[in-house]
Every structure is written in C-alpha cells, then in structure tokens.
C-alpha cells in the first residue's frame, strides 16, 4: 500500500487538528497507509532529535508533509529540531523525488506564516523532494479554501485555538491534492475529487 508521511509540531492543538484534515483529505481519494506523527518534546534530548525509526519510516513514504506552528516568524524549534536531525538522510538524498507539502498557523492574520512554509519548501529542495503547493487562487475559487491567499501550502489563523472552518477545509484539500499527486506519479490518474466528497467530512 502506498505511504503517505505527515509529521510536524502542535504544542497547543491547532496544528494538530489541521494534521488531521489533512489525514482526512488523504482518506477521501484512497486507501493509504499513513505516519503521521506529531513530534513530542520528549523527543528532542539535549536539543537533539532522537526518534531516527520517525526518518526511516518517512523514507518509505510517496510523500511527506511538514506542519509546524509559526514562531517568532519561522518553523518551531521542536520542528527544527526534527529538520536537522535528517541530515544524514541529506548526505545520501534518500528522500529525493518524493512530494512535499506544508502547513502552518499563527496567532496574527499575517504572522508571517508564509516564511515557515518557505522554510519547508527550502527543506524540501534541499532533500531533492518535489514541492507541492495549492492550486487556488484567492478571490477567483468558489471552494470555500484558501481564505488567506496563500498558494504554497496551507496557512491558517487563529486567535483563540479555534481553528477557522475554511482553514480546516484548505488543509483537509492539501491532503486529497497529495494523495492524488501521489497516485498520479504512479501513473495511477486520480481525478480531481467533486468537493461535495471531501467538504461533507471537513469537521
Ligand atoms: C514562542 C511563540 C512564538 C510565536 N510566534 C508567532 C509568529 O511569529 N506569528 C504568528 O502569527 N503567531 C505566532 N505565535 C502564535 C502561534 O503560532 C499560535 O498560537 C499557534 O496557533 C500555535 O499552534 P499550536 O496550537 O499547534 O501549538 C507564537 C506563539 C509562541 C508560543
């Protein structure tokens, strides 16, 4: 079956429950196996990340999609303290050719959210991963996503942890546009899914 990976950061949830949009998505085109892991504080010993069974089970996944709140303008501490720890995953580009998407949320309506996406696209390239952004263009797309304009992957705003329905919507479409992608590179054509299949389970 094939694999799907999802990992990233949530301290206080909405990260999370954007993760499991996403899961959502992925299930609405097709049976996948899925990882997908939250990274736990417990994880990181003396600033290193240590679950490497996380990388190699990654390394068996079609795709792979980053999460991680925004922080002080980038990717979470917790989150990079995962990135780095692929560096040896780096050094033989074993995740190269596979999809790589993002996602992230922030306390302000533009908390520069879209840095920590460029931060997961620059480690995605640097891993020779092909990124995978959303094809909606604000104002013209009568799907109820991307209210925040953002095309390289999901971002999303809240400013009391309750996660806005759209957000949770255009995460819950990033997941059925991986799972389709992936499909597609096995040339196994995915048509785009009515959104009527994967709005009905967005909450
Ligand atoms: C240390 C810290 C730094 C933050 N920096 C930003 C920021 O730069 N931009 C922003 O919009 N929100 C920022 N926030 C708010 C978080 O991104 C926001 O609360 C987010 O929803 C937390 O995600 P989580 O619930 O998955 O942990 C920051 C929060 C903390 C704790």
């Not at 799907?143 to 095309?151: A, E, F, K, P, V």
């Not at 309750?162 to 196994?188: I, K, M």
């Amino acid at each position: 079956m094939l694999k799907i990976g999802i990992v990233y950061f949530s301290h206080t949830g909405t990260t999370d429950k954007l993760a499991r949009a996403i899961v959502r998505g992925i299930a609405a085109v097709g049976s996948f196996s899925l990882v997908s892991h939250r990274i736990s504080a417990d994880e990181i010993v003396r600033g290193r990340y240590t679950n490497l069974d996380l990388l190699e089970d990654l390394a068996g996944c079609e795709a792979v999609v980053f999460g991680s709140p925004t922080y002080m303008g980038n990717a979470s501490a917790q989150f990079k303290a995962f990135a780095d720890a692929t560096s040896e995953i780096w050094t033989g580009q074993r995740w190269a050719d596979k999809l790589a998407a993002g996602f992230t949320c922030g306390g302000a309506p533009n908390g520069d959210q879209s840095s920590t996406l460029q931060y997961f696209a620059t480690l995605a390239s640097q891993h020779g991963m092909l990124w995978l952004g959303l094809d909606s263009a604000y104002g013209y797309d009568g799907r109820g996503i991307n209210r925040l304009g953002s095309q390289l992957g999901v971002t999303a705003w809240t400013a009391n942890g309750e996660v806005d329905p759209a957000d949770l919507l255009t995460a819950q479409y990033l997941g059925t546009r991986v799972a389709r992608q992936v499909l597609g590179l096995r040339g196994e054509y995915a048509p785009a899914a009515e959104p009527s299949v994967w709005q009905e389970t967005a909450s």
